[in-house]
């Protein structure tokens, strides 16, 4: 009693659901891990569409609620398990700029990134929900530039989900190189948390790898 996992996570490895599995691990709380094989298509299983119509990771279930989204389950796990001190409560004044660094990330970030890496010209300014792409990561620049972390000096869950977002991001080519940026990230990838994840996923990966490869 009291120690049994409440919440899953759908995860496949080395993917945005690699965030949330970093944040679980961060918050120090049980949870039940299943994985998902992307390489094989199990995300579009008629078992893991009734969790996500959309065939995407993350997704977690929490008794019998489903959250899918990235930006909605950071909010929701960090305000869950407030023993791990991850998100600022409510009347907070950290509580707003908070919660704009998480919203940027899925509203601003995530398609503008899509739009570099298919090079693709973004919609016209007054469309885009970014603007264009070089203020939209200039914004984000001079906030983690006033460091250690996003919001001061007290780490939270934003900046899980954008270290481990900065870090695949640059890893892809997909951003300038930029002193404050990398700095930002290392402070992420050298916790424990990052570094045992990434080891589990990479063995994830390759098994999920051989299981698709005939002979
Ligand atoms: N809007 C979703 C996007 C999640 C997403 O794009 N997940 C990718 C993994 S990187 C996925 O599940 N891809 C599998 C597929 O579409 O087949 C979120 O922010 O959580």
């Known amino acids: 009693m009291?120690?049994?996992?409440?919440?899953?996570?759908?995860?496949?490895?080395?993917?945005?659901?690699?965030?949330?599995?970093?944040?679980?691990?961060?918050?120090g709380a049980p949870y039940e891990l299943r994985v998902l094989n992307t390489q094989a298509g199990e995300q579009r299983q008629a078992e893991y569409l009734k969790i996500n119509p959309l065939g995407k990771v993350p997704a977690i279930k929490d008794g019998d609620a489903i959250i899918t989204e990235q930006v909605a389950i950071f909010i929701y796990l960090a305000d869950r398990f407030p023993q791990a001190g991850l998100a600022p409560p409510i009347n907070d004044p950290r509580r707003g700029p908070y919660l704009r660094w998480i919203a940027y990330y899925g509203s601003c970030y995530e398609p503008a990134l899509v739009d570099r890496a298919l090079k693709r010209e973004p919609a016209p300014l007054k469309t885009s929900p970014y603007g264009e792409f070089d203020s939209m990561l200039q914004t984000l620049v001079d906030q983690i530039a006033k460091g250690p972390y996003l919001l001061g000096d007290t780490l939270t869950a934003a900046d899980i989900l954008w270290g481990v977002a900065l870090n695949w991001s640059m890893r892809f080519g997909l951003l300038p190189k930029n002193a404050a940026i990398s700095n930002y990230v290392a402070r992420i990838t050298k916790r424990k948390s990052f570094i045992d994840v990434s080891a589990h996923d990479t063995q994830l990966a390759a098994q999920h790898a051989a299981a698709v490869t005939p002979g």
């Open 2 to 27: 009291g120690t049994e996992p409440t919440v899953v996570l759908f995860h496949a490895p080395q993917t945005r659901s690699t965030g949330t599995y970093i944040l679980l691990e961060e918050i």
